[in-house]
């Protein structure tokens, strides 16, 4: 199994926009939704939002609905964060994964991330 590639991050201004991408590499067959983490400094992995690998369901964590929307692009087998009105607090590295059931992963098993910071 090829881990998932994460891009898209850089360094912007408080309010300003980012779309992150997650080139999936998962094969075979799994109704587990997909979803995105971020790691802040000093803090422990968490989830932000999820989406359905079926209907295209979305979920998100209270930190961020509002302001970041997931999607995904099956024929690509490519996932998307667009992320508004950035806060310094949305500092981290940003994750995605394949295979999430409510918000958690089921294996631990992560790419590189990518690197958003966001300046005051």
């Known amino acids: 199994q090829v881990p998932p590639v994460e891009s898209g991050g850089g360094s912007v201004q408080a309010g300003g926009s980012l779309r992150l991408s997650c080139a999936a590499s998962k094969r075979g067959f799994s109704t587990n939704d997909m979803g995105w983490y971020r790691q802040r400094p000093g803090k422990e992995r968490e989830f932000i939002a999820g989406?359905?690998?079926?209907?295209?369901?979305?979920y998100y964590a209270d930190s961020v609905k509002g302001r970041f929307a997931i999607s995904r692009d099956n024929a690509r087998n490519t996932m998307y964060l667009q992320m508004n009105n950035l806060k310094p607090e949305d500092t981290a590295i940003y994750y995605c994964n394949e295979d999430v059931i409510a918000g958690m992963p089921v294996y631990d098993y992560w790419g590189q991330g990518t690197q958003v910071t966001v300046s005051s």
């Open positions: 989406i359905t690998r079926t209907d295209g369901d979305t």
